[in-house]
């Protein structure tokens, strides 16, 4: 009878460490495939082509069109629904939040692609993706609460939300310097901090539910890589 609890517990524990890694492998599928999604949008909407459609572009000014509004706000509305397809348990509603925002998000980004030369995004994402890789793993395999930390870094979020939109205003480039450091340290932070969230997600619901789980975690992963790589590239880049 022992020997057969014993094995028993040993199944549970091999199955629950399967499903883990399976659910785990999900989440950065559908981010790094958000990213390749991201990449290849603002690559196309960088050509001199389609540029057109979202500036207004004269020999004096440019600013965004209709077109180029609608797309640079649309990313905010579709984050409002991603709590509803979660309520619902609607895998596929889900899936097509993720890789419609992530395209829009790849729209917005085709300013980067021209103001910057293909070495120093290149540079700057190898350093962002070393900087996420190993604070993710950190995240995963601590056995520290970093909820607190959590907490302190979300507070520091809003913060650098606040200062930027003063610096709007300002156009400081020492504030945006400052800015930027603070948010490689705010995101490097909230990378661990959500890792270790959605793993300790995957034992709060049930397969379904952990399919759209999936999925959200994605997003909150995707939207640290990408907050994370855009100070990066400013820190790195002579175009201050």
């Known amino acids: 009878m022992t020997q057969n609890l014993e094995n028993l517990e040993v199944d549970n524990s091999t199955s629950l460490y399967e499903g883990l890694r399976s659910y785990m492998m999900s989440v950065y599928n559908y981010m790094f495939g958000g990213l390749i999604?991201?990449?290849?949008?603002?690559?196309?909407?960088?050509?001199?082509?389609?540029?057109?459609?979202?500036?207004?572009?004269?020999?004096?000014?440019?600013?965004?069109?209709?077109?180029?509004?609608?797309?640079?706000?649309?990313?905010?509305?579709?984050?409002?629904?991603f709590p509803s397809a979660l309520r619902e348990k609607n895998v596929g509603k889900a899936q097509f939040l993720f890789w419609t925002f992530s395209a829009l998000i790849g729209i917005s980004f085709n300013t980067i692609v021209i103001s910057?030369?293909?070495?120093?995004?290149?540079?700057?994402?190898?350093?962002?993706?070393?900087?996420?890789?190993?604070?993710?793993?950190?995240?995963?395999?601590?056995?520290?609460?970093?909820?607190g930390i959590?907490?302190?870094?979300?507070?520091?979020?809003?913060?650098?939300?606040?200062?930027?939109?003063?610096?709007?205003?300002?156009?400081?480039?020492?504030?945006?310097?400052?800015?930027?450091?603070?948010?490689?340290?705010?995101?490097?932070?909230?990378?661990?901090?959500?890792?270790?969230?959605?793993?300790?997600?995957?034992?709060e619901n049930d397969e379904q539910a952990n399919q759209v789980v999936a999925v959200f975690g994605a997003l909150e992963l995707y939207l640290d890589f990408i907050n994370l790589f855009r100070a990066i590239l400013y820190l790195l880049s002579d175009r201050k």
């Open 116 to 147: 910057f030369s293909g070495a120093e995004i290149t540079r700057a994402f190898l350093v962002c993706s070393a900087m996420f890789a190993g604070m993710s793993l950190y995240g995963y395999t601590t056995k520290k609460d970093l909820t």
């Open 37 to 81: 999604v991201t990449a290849l949008t603002a690559f196309i909407a960088s050509r001199p082509s389609v540029l057109p459609m979202f500036f207004n572009i004269t020999e004096t000014s440019v600013s965004y069109s209709v077109l180029g509004w609608v797309t640079l706000l649309a990313p905010l509305g579709l984050i409002f629904m």
């Open 150 to 203: 959590g907490s302190f870094m979300i507070m520091g979020l809003w913060g650098i939300i606040l200062a930027s939109l003063v610096n709007i205003f300002m156009k400081s480039t020492a504030m945006d310097f400052v800015i930027s450091w603070v948010t490689v340290i705010v995101f490097v932070g909230l990378t661990a901090y959500d890792t270790q969230k959605i793993r300790a997600l995957y034992q």
